[in-house]
């Protein structure tokens, strides 16, 4: 049992570039909305300028120039936290007055204006921000479903209307073990310990019960599902498979940047949290289905 949860794992790899590209297309949606707002809002903001000083002479192209400087000087090496120098704390606003009063002689004279325009336009690249990360999450949202169905189609595929039971109970028990869980925190907090031993346990167990339940119930003895040796041996492959997961997300992020490092090991995370929900029932399948077969035989 231990190597077919294992197994479980690497077939459905094959299943990679899926979440890969449900990612990245949410991401991509991002950009076209994201770079043509940037560009719009500097164009304006470079109109406004116009209007408040006069100036005839004040040159666009050297304002973008003056801001991808200005954005280029920042450390890149950590991008995350470029990105959140770039939003955060003002900087883009002073980036924003620097650039304008080094190409607009005399513009100290109209400060308040240009602030004004300066903070319109901050504001238009926030929420461009804004819409660029729901999408990126949404695209994320939708690797994770995508994921979810096509590793549940691979070792563990149901009815439709079984899923949809299957998802009311999974609700229905993760809200009453949350609840009892956080009581016994309230009363004793050291319980705590102890009830993420036994939820991991009971969760194997009522995951081959389910797997009992819709797949094995007719052909195959309850005892052959649900037994303290299969609670082990998927307590072990979930293990096997989570230290198989983490090594891949450490050489994705070690080979590469964090950016590249987070599209490249989201996969591996997705598959891996979508075979360890669904092995146990893929378990009792596989063995349904041999007790099937030599019935037949």
């Known amino acids: 049992m231990l190597l077919r949860c294992v197994k479980n794992y690497f077939v459905s790899l094959k299943h990679y570039f899926a979440p890969l590209g449900a990612f990245a297309l949410g991401v991509i949606l991002g950009i076209s909305v994201l770079i043509p707002g940037l560009i719009s809002s500097v164009r304006a903001l470079a109109d406004s300028v116009v209007q408040i000083t006069g100036s005839v002479s004040f ?66 690249w926030a929420a461009l921000a804004i819409v660029f990360v729901f999408m990126s999450a949404l695209g994320l949202l939708c690797a994770f479903l995508l994921t979810r169905f096509l590793v549940k189609r691979t070792i563990a595929k149901r009815v439709w209307w079984i899923n949809i039971l299957s998802a009311l109970f999974d609700v229905v028990f993760a809200a009453l073990t949350g609840a009892a869980v956080v009581w016994l925190a309230a009363i004793w907090p050291p319980s705590i310990y102890i009830s993420a031993v036994v939820l991991t346990l009971l969760y194997v167990a009522v995951a081959l019960m389910k797997g009992y339940v819709i797949f094995g119930r007719k052909v195959m003895p309850l005892s052959e599902a649900v037994n303290i040796k299969n609670i082990g041996a998927v307590v072990l492959s979930d293990i096997i498979i989570a230290l198989i997961t983490a090594v891949f997300v450490a050489v994705s992020f070690l080979l590469t940047n964090n950016i590249a490092g987070i599209f490249i090991s989201m996969p591996f995370v997705f598959i891996g949290l979508q075979t360890v929900e669904y092995n146990a029932e893929a378990y009792v399948k596989a063995v349904a289905e041999n007790y099937a077969e030599r019935k037949a035989s």
């Open 59 to 124: 040159d666009l192209g050297a304002l973008v120039e003056c801001l991808a400087d200005e954005i280029g000087g920042l450390d890149w090496s950590d991008p995350s936290a470029a990105i959140g120098t770039v939003f955060g704390s003002g900087w883009l606003a002073d980036a924003f007055n620097d650039c304008i009063h080094s190409l607009v002689p005399g513009g100290e004279a109209y400060a308040v204006q240009i602030e004004q325009a300066v903070a319109l336009a901050v504001a238009e």
